[in-house]
């Protein structure tokens, strides 16, 4: 079983300040985990996956998450928000196994509004 | 490339009457993907397809949802006798399948269905 909570419903950051997106995962398996972007009317944009390689992933647009198998999360964070971050951001966890085809599983979202 | 194309992108249909969205993956991709993302219901797995074979079509809601896919490449989501409750937008995705790990999915625009 697998399961994904993303703490915040939404965060607010002013221009220029740091960003941070909170998600834990439950996951029976060593899970995949990504973060997708969505812009308002848009389709799920990928920022960055990790797959069992590095702990630390670097995403596009100055993005990167940590994780941490201690602490079953993948939080999200960017040093410095612009007004395009605003957004809805989704935590998602994967497992393949023998029983399982690696069915995503979505976060709630976190809704970001950055203020000027 | 070509990303993944979905047609219409809005349709607006009487309470009753069939509908038929239809996504065109990304060329190559084997593994295709619908979602349903209704307002406060986040994102919402209704069926995955490996070629044109669905392994998992547990998230088709009921017997008047189903889809197909052709040639391994484009799919149709069929809603019969539609309800006011279907009104959401429809998301297809598409990954490549290499065995071992989740692969991410790459998302369309969306079709935007409104049952009036």
């Known amino acids: 079983a697998q399961s994904v909570t993303q703490l915040d419903s939404h965060v607010s950051v002013s221009e220029g300040t740091p960003v941070l997106l909170r998600c834990n995962y439950s996951?029976?398996?060593?899970?995949?985990l990504f973060w997708y972007v969505q812009h308002p009317n848009k389709g799920l944009q990928l920022l960055l996956k990790?797959?069992?390689?590095?702990?630390l992933v670097k995403g596009i647009n100055g993005f990167e998450a940590e994780f941490k198998k201690s602490e079953t999360s993948f939080h999200l964070t960017k040093p410095s928000a612009h007004m395009s971050d605003a957004a809805e951001y989704f935590c998602?966890?994967?497992?393949?196994?023998?029983?399982?085809?690696?069915?995503?599983?979505f976060g709630a979202g976190t809704q970001v509004v950055v203020t000027p | 490339g070509a990303g993944v194309s979905q047609s219409p992108s809005n349709k607006v249909t009487e309470k009753g009457k069939d509908v038929e969205l239809r996504c065109d993956p990304i060329?190559?991709?084997?593994?295709l993907y619908w979602y349903r993302q209704s307002l406060g219901q986040g994102l919402e797995f209704l069926i995955y397809?490996?070629?044109?074979?669905?392994?998992?079509k547990s998230g088709l809601p009921s017997d008047r949802f189903s889809a197909e896919r052709t040639g391994g490449s484009v799919s149709t989501l069929t809603i019969q006798r539609t309800q006011q409750e279907d009104s959401a937008v429809y998301l297809c995705?598409?990954?490549?399948?290499?065995?071992?790990?989740?692969?991410?999915?790459?998302f369309g625009p969306g079709t935007r269905l409104t049952v009036t």
């Open positions: 995705a598409s990954s490549p399948r290499l065995a071992g790990i989740p692969y991410e999915q790459y």
């Open positions: 996951s029976s398996y060593s899970p995949s």
């Open positions: 990790y797959t069992s390689a590095a702990t």
């Open positions: 998602v966890v994967s497992s393949m196994t023998t029983d399982s085809w690696g069915k995503f599983q």
């Open positions: 060329s190559g991709h084997t593994a």
């Open positions: 397809f490996q070629g044109n074979s669905a392994p998992d």
